[in-house]
């Protein structure tokens, strides 16, 4: 009669896979979740980086357009207004970017440090890379 509710073979017998197979297959979901933090976290970092040192070199532009006289700004060309204020607008974005960049990172680390709590057994502490 059980044979009839049944989807397998009446001639194979139930198995579970063994414990060891079940834990290598959590540790590879884990782990494959810890990857995707650490890429996106170093990604992250790597934008930060790049973008705080382009910062860096279009402050030091912007200082040279300035001038350093309290009455520097009546008599400077035309051009270097512009350029001014071209700088200005891109030294803005660019901190919002560094801004919005410094909280994901906190995120990301938060995700990491959240994983290996979770996952103590499976994934290595946040400071150290996934088995």
Request: hydrophobic residues 40%; without cysteine; aromatic residues 4%.
């Amino acid at each position: 009669m059980l044979q009839m509710f049944s989807r397998s073979k009446p001639d194979r017998q139930f198995k579970a896979r063994s414990a060891g197979r079940d834990s290598q297959t959590d540790a590879g979901r884990v782990s494959s979740i810890g990857q995707s933090i650490d890429a996106a976290l170093a990604a992250a970092q790597a934008e930060h980086a790049g973008l705080g040192q382009r910062l860096t070199d279009v402050l030091a532009r912007a200082a040279l357009t300035v001038g350093n006289d309290a009455d520097e700004y009546i008599d400077r060309e035309p051009e270097n207004n512009e350029l001014q204020s071209a700088l200005s607008a891109e030294i803005a974005n660019a901190e919002r970017r560094l801004r919005e960049l410094e909280v994901s990172i906190g995120h990301f680390k938060f995700l990491r440090a959240a994983l290996a709590t979770r996952f103590p057994d499976l994934i290595g502490s946040p400071n150290k890379p996934a088995r």
